[in-house]
Each structure stands twice: as C-alpha cells, then as structure tokens.
C-alpha cells in the first residue's frame, strides 16, 4: 500500500499537464507538526510506502525532518520530484534523511520540447544535473515519463536513456485530463494507439534489464497475462484500494486524478478517513458498470476509475480508454 502526498502546491514550473495546478503556494498548506500527526496516521492504517509528491515537494523546507520522521516509524519514504533542484547538497540530504528513492520527472530527450512543456528554460539542464547527483549519493532514482500524442515515438529511446544512466525503472504515465492537463485533452493517445504501447511495453520488460511500469494504464495487467509477461504487480487501478492521495492542505482523494474529496485530515484521523468513507467503501466492492461489469480481468485490471468518471461522472463505470471486448476472452 502506498499514499501520496502532495506536499506543498509551489512549484518552481508550470507544467502544461501538471493535475494539481501547482506554482503557488497554497494557503494553509500543512504545518510539520500537522504532518508528522497525519504520517502517524498512515502508518497506523497499514500503509507501506510515502510519496513525498508536489507541487515541487524540495521547495519544502522541513521536508527532511518529515522524511526523516516517516522512516523512524517504519515507513518508506520516497520522493516525486521535477528534478531540477537536486543540487549535491539536496541529494546528500535525502540520502541522509531516510528517503530511499526519487522518482524524477523527464518526458522528452529534447531539451527545446522538455522545457517548453515544463515552461522554464533551462529545466533540461538541470534535470541532467539532478540525475547526476543522485548517483553520486547513491541515491536510486527512475524516470517518470508522461506519454502523450506528442512524444509517444520517443518512448523506446527514453528507455534506452534510463538503462543508460543508471535508473532503477522507467515508469511510464498515460495522461489523465484533470488539473491544467484539461486543456491538452487532445494530446492523449488514441485508444488503438494507447493499446500498442501498452503492448510493446510489456514485451520489451521480456528482456530489459529494469522495471517498466506503465501508471494509469491498468490494462496493463491483462496484457502482460495475455502475453505470458511475468510482473511483479497484479492489480491495474489501484485508487481507493491500496493507494490514494493527500493535497497540500490535507483533503484526501481516491488518486490524483480522480477529485472526489474523502475528507480531511485536519478535522478527521487518516486512518480513519481510509477505513471508513462511503467512496472508498464502493470502489472497494469492486463492482463496476458497462463492459468492465463482464470482463474476467475486472479484479485485476481495474479500469481506471478517474477516466470513467471523468467522461461519465461515475467512478464505477466502464473505463472508456479500454479497446478490449470482453466477450472475446477465451
């Protein structure tokens, strides 16, 4: 089980696809005592992994004391970060501070296309510097990718680039239209398209020497079984189930892209929040609507759950990226 935590709103990017609409910091934005109480919490309700997420989670100055504080009560704290401020210092810090991975953010080999889309002009430069420093702290880091129209051709190369400095994995993001993400809606890949990449990233895993994960793709899982593809994870959506997600000021959602509050944990314990609330209850039956209601890999794929109430406003009904016919299965 891993949550994520948006830690700060300030981001020191604009990010067109960006679900949290970071830049500013947002007012009321948790203070490190309010923190250390709600991660307190997390641990309390069973979960394994932190993700110290943005905004731009380095622009947070107690975010080593809270990394730190995480890892002394038995959790993993790891980050989600642009990259771009990972000085030695920084590096050295987290190294220090208990974090146990990066996951950094790096969605085009061109420096011109990467800095247009994160909207600074030298974040390419400094992504690379990052990554550097990261290394020399022994820090393990892997790349975060966003796949869109734009830059899907570029997808085997970034791969490439990942077994070639020395990243962990290569974790590949299917984009989701919330947040300022809305207005680039038609860079998402076509549906046929967004089934071969999935395909021909579960072949590749075959014989490639890190992870490749594909993120709001749950049918992936399908297509690793159908392609005889041994991974290590067996669930697809993950929303509500095993993982979700906490803003700056503390609401708790069902995932990033899905924007149903849950509550907040300044009025409500997390654990509480997690064990209770009526929309977690009814994602957890599992019990969803339309073609994903008849498909046998409803309990392992999932559907995403965002995109389904993103184009019908239920959660629970059929995800309308899917292109599989479940009465096709044998």
Partial sequence: MLVSWNSTNQCNMYCSHCYRDSGLKAKHELQTDEAKKMILEIKKAGFQIM????????????????????????????????????????????????????????????????????????????????????????????????????????LDAMTDFAIQIGAKAHHIFFLVPTGRGIAIEDQIVPVHQYETILTNIIRRQVNCPIELKPTCAPQFVRIAEQNDVSTRFTRGCLAGLRYCIVSPIGNVQPCAYLDIPLGNVRETPFDVIWRDNPHLQRLRTEEYTGKCSQCAYRKKCGGCRARAYYVSGDYMSEDPYCDYIPNEMP
């Fill in 51 to 154: 993700i110290f997420s943005g905004g731009e989670p380095l622009m947070r100055p107690d975010l080593f004391e809270l990394g730190s504080y995480a890892s002394s009560i038995g959790l993993r704290p790891v980050l989600g970060t642009n990259g771009s401020l990972i000085t030695k210092e920084v590096a050295n810090s987290l190294k220090q501070s208990g974090f146990l991975a990066a996951g950094v953010s790096l969605d085009s080999l061109s420096a011109e296309k990467y800095n247009d889309f994160r909207k600074k002009n030298n974040a390419f430069d400094k992504v690379m510097e990052g990554f550097e420093n990261l290394k020399i702290a022994q820090v393990p880091f892997q790349i975060h990718t966003t796949i869109m129209k734009w830059n899907a051709h570029e």
